[in-house]
């Protein structure tokens, strides 16, 4: 148990549906980030957020959508998809003042098809 | 934030101490080196990190040389458990922003 909470763990979706990942962490952290990680492939960071700003959207499709409503709750909205979306998606959080070490919760498969 | 080089993959027995290496030789003054690791389907789980001291806890120590260029990953007492990708992360200004190689495979054998 990491404090990085993540739902649902296993998602399934066709291309034309609407969905959404969620997490939320029990840390107090101010930082929170969406990776993906493809099959045999590194992780691959897509959205950064401190205190609720995003900070970062490393070139990620707008058919990922992220918000954070506040500093312990993290979506990623999830539409029109493609096959080549399946992916392990995680999130992470870290303290953005004073703390280093970022902690991954335990991840949404996601299949496209 | 630096590059780092670490073997694809490693054998340890089981009860063994399993000791990871990780080239880092551009690592500069202020960027730490982290040691997470990724059991099959799990998110990555945080190990250790350390800046120039050697650090230990209840997972592993990490041995970092002194001009920095490299370091170890010791876990003292390997156990089947243990089998996992191991990732080794030289994260500096760019706190969270960790950038992920392709690891180590480390697989603990009876």
């Known amino acids: 148990e990491t404090g990085v909470t993540q739902t649902p763990r296993h998602l399934v979706m066709g291309m034309t549906n609407k969905k959404s990942l969620k997490c939320e962490q029990h840390?107090?952290?101010?930082?929170m980030y969406w990776y993906k990680q493809s099959a045999k492939k590194p992780l691959e960071l897509m959205f950064v957020?401190?205190?609720?700003?995003?900070?970062e959207n490393n070139s990620v499709p707008s058919r990922f959508s992220p918000e954070c409503p506040n500093s312990s709750h993290l979506f990623l909205h999830l539409h029109t998809l493609q096959p080549e979306d399946s992916a392990l998606y995680l999130c992470a959080s870290r303290q953005e003042v004073g703390g280093n070490t970022i902690y991954f919760g335990e991840g949404s498969w996601l299949t496209v098809v | 934030d630096a590059k780092t080089t670490q073997p694809p993959s490693m054998d340890c027995a089981e009860g063994r101490a399993a000791n990871l290496p990780c080239n880092h030789s551009?690592?500069?003054?202020?960027?730490?080196v982290y040691w997470y690791r990724q059991i099959h389907s799990q998110g990555p789980q945080y190990i250790i990190h350390g800046l120039k001291n050697n650090e230990t806890n209840e997972m592993a120590s990490l041995i970092i040389t002194e001009d920095r260029k490299s370091s170890t990953l010791i876990l003292p007492h390997a156990t089947l458990r243990d089998t996992a990708v191991y990732y080794c992360i030289v994260n500096g200004a760019s706190y969270g922003k960790l950038t992920f190689g392709q690891g180590t495979i480390l697989t603990v054998h009876p």
């Open positions: 840390l107090g952290h101010n930082a």
């Open positions: 551009t690592i500069s003054g202020n960027e730490y």
């Open positions: 957020y401190n205190f609720k700003e995003q900070t």
